[in-house]
């Protein structure tokens, strides 16, 4: 059949015409479909939404609910029940965290609420090192290098884990976790310095981590958490801050933070538990501590050690307390550098306030390691000529008592 070119013009014409208007057919369907879609959807959210609202609601109510039984119990309950029961709490808590239970720490738990008359029962810290170290802090120890700062946290360590008193200080026995990252090669001549000077053998309660632990890796802070617990660990030294930020930059808040939070989880995790950080100061102040100012605000310590003057060759130190955050700043400590076989141990140092009329007695107290009986440092006092008889370096020390440079137990004295 022979068309004409108009007829052929009106044909093409009808099929883009048809195909025009099946194209906005679909586009309409598919328009529609997508319109459907979204409704479900956004009926959908609104469900969940209402779902949510109504859990929270029962929340609040049971929360409620159980606040106000707490509160009952509480006034029906004597004190020390509650402060039991307050202690059994803390410790399911710091079990549930070790095993990655919710309701922990971090999360809302109406078991751990406290009401009225409880909050007086909570239990407060103890001392570790008298006036040095207490239960339950995220302390730090910072220093130079060279300073001494590693051998003053291991013989800390090793006077808490044998019972014995830290240059005349009361300690609580326990055991200790010390984190050694670095100072491996002189790490056995560092102990026997310690056996010899403290005349006891290396503590069963020292138990050391020879290695690198990251902070980084959340399963490190955890995996500690859960040996201090199972361990019944009273201390851990991370010694140091430096090696276990793992390469991180630390004056960069947000990896300090995380540090922070991994050092906190810790303490935490083991109410009782002590966590001592060994760091370095900032290069241009020695009293602070490096990197960023998160770390200095989450401590509930800090000691310092110091070089007066800056003459890290000279045997004198200074232990200064920088931060308390629950009491007053403590007194100054001076401390001196001994040699004890192949390596050093720390001895009560020369004070700076001492009076020179007492300075000999008290001299002679720290050579004697910070307490004596009286005729022991009596002795003392006439071996070294500085008294030529005993009754002599008696009264010395009865003038030192009076002066408050001596404190008297009994028959023994110790130094401030």
Not at 153 to 160: G, V
Not at 299 to 328: F, H, M
Not at 355 to 364: I, K, L, Q, S, T
Request: aromatic share 6%; charged share 25%.
């Amino acid at each position: 059949m022979i068309t004409t070119p108009e007829q052929q013009a009106h044909h093409l014409l009808q099929d883009f015409l048809d195909r025009e208007r099946a194209r906005q057919e679909a586009e309409e369907a598919r328009w529609a479909e997508e319109a459907e879609r979204e409704e479900a959807e956004e009926r959908a959210r609104q469900e969940a939404a209402e779902v949510e609202r109504q859990a929270q609601a029962e929340r609040a109510r049971a929360h409620a609910e159980q606040f106000a039984i707490l509160e009952v119990r509480d006034k029906l309950t004597p004190a020390p029940i509650r402060s039991e029961a307050s202690r059994i709490r803390r410790n399911e808590a710091a079990r549930r965290y070790v095993a990655g239970e919710q309701g922990a720490f971090g999360i809302f738990d109406p078991s751990r609420v406290m009401a009225g008359g409880a909050v007086h029962e909570e239990e407060g810290s103890r001392d570790l090192i008298g006036g040095m170290l207490a239960t339950g802090e995220l302390a730090a120890l910072s220093g130079r290098s060279y300073s001494g700062k590693s051998f003053l946290a291991l013989d800390w360590s090793f006077c808490l884990a044998a019972g014995i008193p830290w240059h005349g200080r009361a300690v609580e026995k326990t055991r200790v976790l010390y984190l050694r990252m670095e100072g491996a090669n002189d790490w056995a001549r560092r102990i026997r310095a310690l056996e010899a000077h403290h005349g006891a053998g290396v503590p069963d309660g020292l138990i050391v981590w020879a290695g690198t632990v990251s902070f980084f890796d959340p399963a490190n802070p955890k995996g500690v958490a859960e040996f201090v617990r199972n361990e019944g660990i009273g201390l851990v030294v991370t010694d140091t801050l430096s090696r276990a930020f793992a390469g991180q930059n630390e004056n960069e808040p947000a990896a300090m933070g995380t540090f922070v939070q991994a050092a906190t989880q810790i303490r935490e995790a083991t109410p009782d538990t002590t966590h001592l950080l060994i760091h370095h100061p900032n290069q241009s102040d020695e009293m602070s501590l490096r990197g960023h100012g998160s770390l200095f605000a989450a401590v509930d310590r800090q000691w310092v050690l110091t070089a007066p003057g800056g003459r890290r060759t000279e045997p004198d130190r200074v232990l200064v307390s920088q931060k308390v955050k629950s009491g007053r700043l403590a007194a100054d400590v001076p401390l001196a550098f001994a040699t004890e076989g192949e390596s050093a141990v720390l001895i009560p140092g020369r004070s700076t306030t001492t009076p020179p009329a007492h300075r000999a007695v008290v001299e002679a107290l720290g050579a004697l390691g910070g307490t004596a009986t009286r005729d022991a440092l009596a002795t003392q006092l006439t071996a070294t000529g500085a008294y030529r008889n005993k009754n002599s370096a008696r009264n010395a020390i009865r003038r030192a008592i009076e002066a408050a440079c001596l404190i008297e137990l009994g028959e023994g004295v110790m130094l401030p």
